[in-house]
């Protein structure tokens, strides 16, 4: 089965650091971008972060860009969040999610991009002093 | 930025009804427009890409179309199964963003 488990979440204080770890199986981790989005309690889906199935060139929101850095380890099929500097507004459900091999555009270097085909179940990052 | 806004934010249908919900985006995005039903406690399912593909397993009484920046998705005869929230996402060079989602309730 195609499968993706986060793991990291947890309580921590304003301005703190938090690792959030997301492990693929089923597919060939390697050949897809993958993707961060977010939930606040209540509220709609707000995008994060995209990488492109390689590593290196990678996508960011502005509500988070120069605090959260995401990367991935092929050799583990491991997608990664490092979430520094955290504020009250980024207490969420945080989901990776795996883009769909189809339907979408691909950049000049052979990378793909799309909808967003499976998703994980989620973990929840509260920021609280 | 493009800004997606959708409407209505919550919609009110009996079982049986036909349904639209509308997508708008601030510009152009190649029709690169993908909608995902999410329940409570659940994540998110994609249910259409590319404006008007329907994604493998989902039922045919969903439908997406329109193009530039007005999107449309219509659920035909709404099922018991259907109340959930709509999202709608634009993915077109190289940036994401969702629209604010909207809630379909039993009436």
């Known amino acids: 089965d195609v499968q993706l488990v986060e793991s990291g979440g947890g309580l921590v204080q304003p301005g703190g650091s938090l690792r959030l770890s997301c492990v693929a199986s089923?597919?060939?981790?390697?050949?897809?971008?993958m993707n961060w989005v977010r939930q606040a309690p209540g509220k709609g889906l707000e995008w994060v972060s995209t990488?492109?199935?390689?590593?290196?060139?990678?996508?960011?929101a502005d509500s988070v860009k120069g605090r959260f850095t995401i990367s991935r380890d092929n050799s583990e099929n491991t997608l990664y969040l490092q979430m520094n500097d955290l504020r009250g507004e980024d207490t969420a459900v945080y989901y990776c999610?795996?883009?769909f091999g189809g339907g979408g555009y691909c950049s000049i270097g052979g990378s793909c991009y799309s909808a967003f085909d499976i998703w994980g179940q989620g973990t929840m990052v509260t920021v609280s002093s | 930025d493009i800004q997606m806004t959708q409407s209505p934010s919550t919609l009110s249908a009996p079982v049986g009804d036909r349904v639209t919900i509308t997508c708008r985006a601030s510009?152009?995005?190649?029709?690169?427009l993908a909608w995902y039903q999410q329940k409570p406690g659940k994540a998110p399912k994609l249910l259409i890409y590319?404006?008007?593909t329907l994604e493998t397993g989902v039922p045919s009484r969903f439908t997406g179309s329109g193009s530039g920046t007005e999107f449309t998705l219509t659920i035909t005869a709404v099922q018991p199964d259907d109340f959930a929230t709509y999202y709608c996402?634009?993915?077109?060079?190289?940036?994401?963003?969702f629209g604010q989602g909207t809630k379909l309730e039993i009436k």
């Open positions: 999610a795996k883009t």
């Open positions: 089923g597919f060939t981790f390697s050949n897809f971008a």
């Open positions: 990488i492109r199935n390689s590593g290196g060139t990678t996508y960011s």
């Open positions: 510009q152009s995005i190649n029709n690169y």
């Open positions: 590319k404006a008007s």
């Open positions: 996402q634009q993915y077109n060079d190289y940036s994401w963003a």
